[in-house]
Nanobody
Framework: QVQLVESGGGLVQAGGSLRLSCAASGLTLSSYHMGWFRQAPGKEREFVAAISWSSSNTYFADSVKGRFTISRDNAKNTVYLQMNSLKPEDTAVYSC????????????????????WGQGTQVTVSS
């Protein structure tokens, strides 16, 4: 059974940093594109970042570009989201998602592009 479990969320002051982890089981991470999305109260789910199965390409939303970094450790079957210079606007539930490279064309910023989702972890940034 495929499972994605996020961790690392919490409360941080503006300007601080957090590193989120997404531990995968039931799949071999090295064969999957991975993405991070977030959803704040009263807002639609939005794309944050993504990394291709081979780590050849990374993608970031304009709102986080230059502040966030996505990476993966295939040996640990884990994807990370390093978040620096956090702002109150970053407050949201962050979820990771996966889709195998065996699928057709992949558009990283589209929620419908992913087959598996984690439960999410809360990130709260205070001002």
């Amino acid at each position: 059974q495929v499972q994605l479990v996020e961790s690392g969320g919490g409360l941080v002051q503006a300007g601080g940093s957090l590193r989120l982890s997404c531990a995968a089981s039931g799949l071999t991470l090295s064969s999957y594109h991975m993405g991070w999305f977030r959803q704040a109260p009263g807002k639609e789910r939005e794309f944050v970042a993504a990394i291709s199965w081979s780590s050849s390409n990374t993608y970031f939303a304009d709102s986080v570009k230059g502040r966030f970094t996505i990476s993966r450790d295939n040996a640990k079957n884990t994807v990370y989201l390093q978040m620096n210079s956090l702002k109150p606007e970053d407050t949201a539930v962050y979820s990771c998602a996966a889709v195998g490279r065996y699928r057709g064309s992949w558009y990283p910023d589209g929620p419908t592009q992913y087959d598996y989702w984690g439960q999410g972890t809360q990130v709260t940034v205070s001002s």
